[in-house]
T-cell receptor, first 115, second 113 residues
Framework: DSGVTQTPKHLITATGQRVTLRCSPR?????VYWYQQSLDQGLQFLIQ???????AKGNILERFSAQQFPDLHSELNLSSLELGDSALYFC??????????????FGNGTRLTVT | EDQVTQSPEALRLQEGESSSLNCSYT??????LFWYRQDPGKGPEFLFT???AGEEKEKERLKATLTKKESFLHITAPKPEDSATYLC??????????????FGKGTLLTVNP
């Protein structure tokens, strides 16, 4: 068990809808990362927060947004959902502000299915 | 653009049959290389970090090595419980102080009893 908790485990929704994925980092970790994993693309970095502030941005669509709250949990909001957004969404956390000397520890993901 | 290529895509071994997985990379300024293990339906589990060419790390039947262009994950006398997808990720510096972590697509290892 990595100590990173993600809810829900599964989510099925329709195109055009909006969903929120939630992540609780490991105790003591200040950074939260969001990744998207699809069969053909592998793990794609979306966004990172460090102690409540956006730290780095990857290939995150404008329809997607995230935030990290004062208690350090994070939420990823996906709106105007399309079929192509169906994927596994992983949250990871680390102690430091970057992955250089603090490896990422991943949750077990949220499987999103858009129908 | 940073690129990470893992080979083979899939590998099937008999229990006890040692082999190696490869991770080759093209990045501007490597800052570190990570190996992860991912079981079906689970998130990636951290295994190793390597920071410089020549470095080696070991954990049970796994040994990771790093050169200037690639990393190998050697599996000695594997057991069925070693079956998983092994992911490699490279860390590079992107614009000032921003780090960028790029994952390969993984090698699916199956170890038959």
């Amino acid at each position: 068990d990595s100590g990173v908790t993600q809810t829900p485990k599964h989510l099925i929704t329709a195109t055009g809808q909006r969903v929120t994925l939630r992540c609780s980092p490991r105790s003591g970790d200040l950074s939260v990362y969001w990744y998207q994993q699809s069969l053909d693309q592998g793990l794609q970095f979306l966004i990172q927060y460090y102690n409540g502030e956006e730290r780095a941005k990857g290939n995150i669509l404008e329809r997607f947004s995230a935030q990290q709250f004062p208690d350090l949990h994070s939420e990823l909001n996906l709106s105007s959902l399309e079929l192509g957004d169906s994927a596994l969404y992983f949250c990871a956390s680390s102690v430091g502000w970057g992955p250089y000397n603090s490896p990422l520890h991943f949750g077990n993901g949220t499987r999103l299915t858009v129908t | 653009e940073d690129q990470v290529t893992q080979s083979p895509e899939a590998l099937r071994l008999q229990e006890g049959e040692s082999s190696s997985l490869n991770c080759s990379y093209t990045v501007s300024g490597l800052r570190g290389l990570f190996w992860y293990r991912q079981d079906p339906g689970k998130g990636p589990e951290f295994l190793f970090t390597l920071y410089s060419a020549g470095e080696e790390k070991e954990k049970e039947r796994l040994k990771a090595t790093l050169t200037k262009k690639e990393s190998f994950l050697h599996i000695t006398a594997p057991k069925p419980e070693d079956s998983a997808t092994y992911l490699c990720a490279v860390l590079s510096l992107s614009g000032g102080s921003n780090y960028k972590l790029t994952f390969g697509k993984g090698t699916l290892l199956t170890v038959n009893p």
